[in-house]
């Protein structure tokens, strides 16, 4: 099957890559674009570590066709924030040691960055709906709700809006 | 893969790829069909660039065209369908997760024809219509007709579905739709139940009841509705209706559940769906 061509923006940047029809966004943002943060666990939506954001919203993107994402803007856990420039969410996860086996957790901070985007105050049962589609088998919800209500309250007393 | 950009390209490219083609919309649903190789199509026909198949449109008062490609979250955040349609937003807000939301539409719950559909139920109680585009232009169908079957519907092969239309509910109305699942999140339902009402003058005037998981179709319990219609809705009379609509259940018993503990759910989902739909049209 040929190839067809792929434009879209990823983590801020015009992209172009070849990609087949059949092929999710998830594959084409690792095999294509290098971009391997966002992670493949089931392959069907229920578990949230290929979760990347998709014009501003999250998204499972191992259910999207990659071709489907054309024209549009993708954010994946690389445009997050920068080794040396952390984004609130991910130094929050280091400081309260949020991370276990790790795979995971690319996907829930892509979904608790979009949680404080559309939410910037949640409660806390917000915020384990607003990360309900992020299955950590090593159990880490305790520590990552802590780390996002801390965020939370910091973007509350700032009075940031992001 | 075909990517239209309007409705008559994708009536036309589903002339020319035949049975072989399917559409993907979200591709919540058919995406794991075609990875776990339930469904092999030959060519799949994108909607994502179809405007007329987006959006949720409504006007104080008046009805709700909601389009095929409307996505499940959008109708949980929209502020009238959580005013005005509140069973709608209620079944809306039970798919999947937030990342399966934001990609899941109306009409691909619809399509997929699954019995657990949480959108179905509401929508029938709200007496939509579906509005299908053909060869031969748009025919519409209530949606109590739409099933055929599991995984069946009335769609012929070269159909497409392009939005649900749903008359206004009068003054003094409320629905609700609640579902039992063993986990709140992420999972189907073993029955799922919408109720809809319109109160005038303490009395009911109309009564929706519709039901998943509990036949091949959603069902609708036409006398439970009949037994309410007309009456105040006192809390004997809602239990006596939950539990004729328990007659129009015929489950089936799967490791969801047996079919005994299914009518036991739709007896409890009627009485508190119609409970929270009488408090809903009385606010």
Same mark, same amino acid.
């Given at each position: $099957?040929?190839?067809? !061509?792929? @434009?879209? #923006? ?16 998830? %594959?084409?943002?690792? =095999? %294509? ?12 939506? =229920?578990?949230?570590?290929? #979760?990347?954001?998709? =014009?501003?919203?999250?998204?499972? @993107? ?14 994946? !856990? ?6 040396? %420039? ?23 901070? $892509? ?11 949640? #409660? ?24 996002? @209500?801390?965020?939370?309250? @910091? ?8 | 893969?075909? +990517? ?10 589903? /002339? &020319? ?39 949720? /449109? ?18 949980? +955040? ?35 024809? /699954? ?7 509401? +929508? ?15 025919? *519409? ?39 039992? &699942? ?25 009564? *929706? ?61 009627? *009485?508190? &769906?119609? &409970? ?8």
């Amino acid at each position: $099957m040929p190839k067809q !061509i792929l @434009s879209f #923006t990823v983590n801020g940047d015009k992209t172009e890559v070849l990609v087949q029809p059949y092929v999710t966004l998830l %594959e084409a943002l690792r =095999d %294509e674009a290098g971009l391997t943060g966002p992670k493949e666990g089931c392959g069907t939506g =229920d578990c949230g570590a290929c #979760t990347v954001h998709l =014009d501003g919203k999250p998204v499972a @993107s191992c259910l999207v066709l990659a071709l489907q994402a054309r024209g549009r803007n993708v954010r994946t !856990i690389e445009g997050l924030g920068t080794p040396t %420039e952390l984004h609130p969410l991910q130094d929050a996860f280091v400081r309260h040691g949020v991370p276990q086996c790790g795979f995971c957790i690319p996907g829930v901070l $892509m979904a608790a960055a979009a949680l404080l985007d559309e939410t910037p105050a949640p #409660t806390e049962e917000q915020i384990r709906y607003g990360i309900a589609g992020n299955l950590c088998r090593c159990t880490g919800y305790t520590k990552m709700v802590a780390a996002i @209500s801390e965020v939370a309250g @910091s973007l509350k007393t700032k009075g940031a809006a992001r | 893969m075909v +990517l239209p950009g309007s409705v008559d390209e994708c009536v036309k490219a589903l /002339a &020319t790829h035949g049975a072989g083609a399917r559409t993907v919309a979200g591709g919540t649903d058919l995406l794991p069909q075609m990875k776990n190789g339930v469904v092999k199509p030959a060519v799949v026909i994108d909607l994502s660039g179809v405007a007329a198949l987006k959006g949720v /449109a409504s006007a104080n008062g008046s009805g709700l065209r909601v389009g095929a490609c409307a996505t499940a979250r959008e109708l949980e +955040l929209n502020a009238d369908v959580r005013k005005r349609f509140a069973g709608l937003a209620d079944g809306a807000a039970l798919v999947g997760s937030v990342q399966v939301r934001n990609l899941a539409t109306v009409g691909g719950n619809l399509c997929n024809a /699954a019995p657990s559909a949480d959108m179905a139920p509401p +929508l029938m109680a709200l007496d939509a219509e579906a509005v299908i585009a053909g060869p031969k232009g748009e025919r *519409r169908v209530p949606l109590t007709a739409f099933f055929k079957g599991v995984r069946q519907t009335v769609l012929g092969a070269d159909e497409l579905l392009v939005a649900f239309v749903v008359p206004a509910p009068a003054a003094g109305s409320g629905g609700s739709y609640i579902r039992h &699942t063993p986990r709140r999140e992420l999972d189907i339902a073993v029955v799922g139940v919408a109720s809809q009402v319109t109160i005038q003058n303490g009395r009911c005037v109309k009564a *929706r009841i519709a039901l998943a998981s509990v036949a091949p179709t959603p069902v609708m319990a036409t006398a439970a509705q009949q037994a309410l219609e007309g009456q105040a809705l006192t809390p004997e009379l809602i239990e006596r209706a939950a539990g004729l609509a328990v007659d129009a259940a015929k489950p089936i018993s799967d490791q969801r559940g047996s079919a005994e503990f299914r009518k036991h759910l739709v007896r409890v989902l009627t *009485r508190r &769906t119609l &409970t929270a739909a009488l408090a809903r049209a009385s606010a």
